[in-house]
Nanobody, 115 residues
Framework: QVRLVESGGGLVQAGGSLRLSCAAS????????MGWYRQAPGNLRDLVAT???????NYADSVKGRFTISRDNAKNTVYLQMNFLKPEDTAVYYC?????????WGQGTQVTVSS
């Protein structure tokens, strides 16, 4: 089994920053892709950013230039640095890791941006 543990969510004012972390443990396969998705009330779960084992990244247009995804392969951890936060970024942020063998989700962490 692969398990994900998320941290770093919280309340921040517009224009502020947060950094999310997600650590994977267990029977991790390689290569794999790790990423962040978010879901606001009444909305679908949307892609925020993903990063492969070789550090190729993909971002939603709404966060390009503001968010940066990175990973530490030695720690099996993915990060999301969120700068210049906006109220529209308010959502539950979910970590995901996928390989040819599995796709696993974390439990989510709340990010709230006040105006």
């Amino acid at each position: 089994q692969v398990r994900l543990v998320e941290s770093g969510g919280g309340l921040v004012q517009a224009g502020g920053s947060l950094r999310l972390s997600c650590a994977a443990s267990g029977s991790i396969s390689s290569p794999n892709t790790m990423g962040w998705y978010r879901q606001a009330p009444g909305n679908l779960r949307d892609l925020v950013a993903t990063i492969t084992s070789s550090a190729m990244t993909n971002y939603a247009d709404s966060v390009k230039g503001r968010f940066t995804i990175s990973r530490d392969n030695a720690k099996n951890t993915v990060y999301l640095q969120m700068n210049f936060l906006k109220p529209e970024d308010t959502a539950v942020y979910y970590c995901n890791t996928r390989s040819y063998q599995y796709s696993v989700w974390g439990q989510g962490t709340q990010v709230t941006v006040s105006s």
